[in-house]
C-alpha cells in the first residue's frame, strides 16, 4: 500500500559527507511528517532527525550540526557531514502519512541502508 525506499548508504570515510534519499510512494493522501532512525550493530534503533509538514526539523543531539534533514514533496532527505566511526548504522526512514480510505495517520518504515563510517 504505502512503500518508503531508502538509497544513499555506503562506505565513508571519517570526517566525509553522504547524503541518504527516502521515496514514498502508494495511496498516500497527505504527509504529516518524515524522518531519520538508525540502529547501529548491537544496539537499539535510535531516533536521528524529523521534518513535519509544516517544516520544522529536530535533531538528535549527536548529530546537530552535522546532520541536515529536508524534503521535497514525498521525498526525505539527510545530508551528513564530519561523519564519525560512531554514525556508522542502518539508516531507517519513517513516516506519519494518511492513506485512501483511513483519516487517521499511520507509521511507515523503510527497510534501511547502511552507512559504513570507516578508514
Known amino acids: 500500500q504505502v512503500q518508503l525506499v531508502e538509497s544513499g548508504g555506503g562506505l565513508v570515510q571519517p570526517g566525509g559527507s553522504q547524503r541518504l534519499s527516502c521515496a514514498a510512494s502508494?495511496?498516500?493522501?497527505?504527509?504529516?511528517?518524515m524522518g531519520w532512525y538508525r540502529q547501529a550493530p548491537g544496539k537499539e534503533r535510535d531516533f536521528v532527525a524529523t521534518?513535519?509538514?509544516?517544516?520544522t526539523t529536530i535533531y538528535a543531539d549527536s548529530v546537530k550540526g552535522r546532520f541536515t534533514i529536508s524534503r521535497d514533496k514525498n521525498t526525505v532527505f539527510l545530508q551528513m557531514i564530519s561523519l564519525k566511526p560512531e554514525d556508522t548504522a542502518v539508516y531507517y526512514c519513517?513516516?506519519?502519512?494518511?492513506?485512501?480510505?483511513?483519516?487517521?495517520?499511520?507509521?511507515?518504515w523503510g527497510k534501511g541502508t547502511l552507512v559504513t563510517v570507516s578508514s
Open positions: 519513517n513516516a506519519d502519512l494518511k492513506v485512501v480510505g483511513s483519516p487517521r495517520g499511520m507509521y511507515f
Open positions: 502508494g495511496s498516500i493522501t497527505s504527509i504529516n511528517a
Open positions: 521534518i513535519t509538514n509544516g517544516g
